[in-house]
């Protein structure tokens, strides 16, 4: 009968906890301006000093709103936004393969989400293996405006899931990555 009662109070308070989850907070038009290039999915080409071409399918922006009603994981609803991103075959970068595979990586450029569990709005921003997240998103450079400076030395993780990776890439808020150079110091410039 003791347990009963415990197990009753318990699964109450469940339904209790569950019902005061709170609202997502809305993402800030500083959230929100990395997301204006990419409001359609759109197919660039990037071409090297030296002639080389990568082919970088940007698509369009992303929502993905989910809830989470676990006793171990918590209650909360969550909101994010991403722009996801492939390199196509003939390019010169390539993300690595999956464990051998022939199965690429997949990668979001931009992944912002928030949640009904904080305040904080999670971010992160990753192209050809830079990674920026966390507090070292702080170490991005804002040139002018409306143009951002990326620098490999100052990521999270400054090269992963490439087989070549590069050292550096400018985004312009209006238009999304503009240039880049590799890591053989070869300069990548949007045409």
């Given at each position: 009968m003791k347990a009963k009662k415990i197990f009753t109070v318990f699964f109450t308070l469940i339904l209790l906890e569950s019902c005061f989850v709170g609202n997502v907070k809305t993402f800030t038009s500083d959230d929100l301006k990395w997301f204006e290039p990419y409001n359609k999915s759109e197919t660039l080409v990037f071409e090297s000093d030296k002639g080389e071409m990568d082919t970088i399918i940007f698509h369009k922006i992303d929502t993905t709103k989910y809830s989470v009603r676990d006793i171990e994981q918590?209650?909360?609803d969550r909101t994010t936004l991403s722009v996801a991103y492939k390199l196509t075959k003939g390019s010169y970068h390539q993300f690595a393969k999956m464990s051998?595979?022939?199965v690429l990586y997949e990668h979001d450029l931009i992944n912002i989400s928030n949640s009904s569990s904080s305040d904080f709005t999670a971010k992160e921003f990753t192209f050809i293996g830079i990674i920026f997240n966390g507090k070292k998103i702080n170490n991005i450079k804002q040139l002018?405006?409306?143009t951002y400076f990326f620098e490999r030395s100052k990521a999270t993780y400054p090269e992963i899931?490439?087989?070549?990776g590069i050292n550096n890439f400018t985004f312009e808020i209006k238009?999304?990555?503009?240039?880049y150079t590799d890591n053989r110091?070869?300069?990548w410039k949007r045409i």
């Open positions: 918590g209650f909360y051998g595979d022939s002018d405006n409306s899931d490439v087989e070549k238009k999304g990555i503009i240039k110091n070869v300069n």
